[in-house]
């Protein structure tokens, strides 16, 4: 837990500093973003686009390292895709803070408060348990010249699993319906 938490951390000053240096490059697009984001979320229909980039957004990390409990690999794979999802978040809020500046604390809490809330916690705790049993794949291949037992993937394994993704269908349907809401208020 705490490695992981470390590579997140890691990842989320990362993007600080790599947003921190192309802020100027990006501010230009990212105002015409937003001028496209605010006209669409004027509209009182949903897409489905919208969404399904939206259960995408949610879904990819938890599900990309669930997957990863699979194979051995994820004893590599898993902290890096923690420390880059930190890092999407962190390049994320200090793009958007550095176009949009200082006063729009509300709109990036808006924006981003309801993905943080669900997606990070989500992504470490399916992250603890299936780096273990990547770690057990790994030692289960190598073998260390000793006779390992095969790696078993018990019900609390899918029981954390399917609770996540009620919790990351929970705030895909509140992002969905919270973020319009916030912005026409913040946008007035």
């Known amino acids: 837990m705490l490695l992981l938490a470390a590579l997140l ?4 000053i990362c993007g600080y500093i790599f947003a921190g240096n192309c802020a100027a490059e990006t501010s230009g697009e990212l105002g015409r973003y937003f001028e496209g984001y605010f006209s669409l979320s004027s509209q009182d229909t949903l897409s489905a686009a919208a969404v399904l980039r939206t259960l995408l957004c949610f879904f990819r990390a938890p599900l990309l390292v669930f997957l990863l409990g ?13 420390a880059f999802e930190g890092f999407l978040f962190s390049f994320s809020i200090v793009c958007f803070a550095s176009t949009l500046g200082r006063e729009s604390f509300l709109l990036l809490m808006a924006l981003f408060a309801t993905r943080m809330l669900f997606v990070l916690p989500c992504t470490l705790i399916l992250g603890i348990s299936s780096l273990e049993k990547a770690r057990s794949l790994a030692l289960f291949s190598i073998g260390n010249g000793k006779r390992v037992r095969p790696i078993t993937y018990g019900m609390d394994y899918w029981y954390r699993f399917g609770i996540c993704c009620v919790c990351l269908l929970i705030g895909s349907v509140l992002e969905l319906w919270l973020v319009p809401q916030f912005l026409s208020f913040t946008a007035s």
């Open 70 to 82: 699979f194979a051995s690999i994820g004893v590599v794979l898993i902290p890096l895709l923690c």
């Open 9 to 12: 951390a890691t990842g989320i």
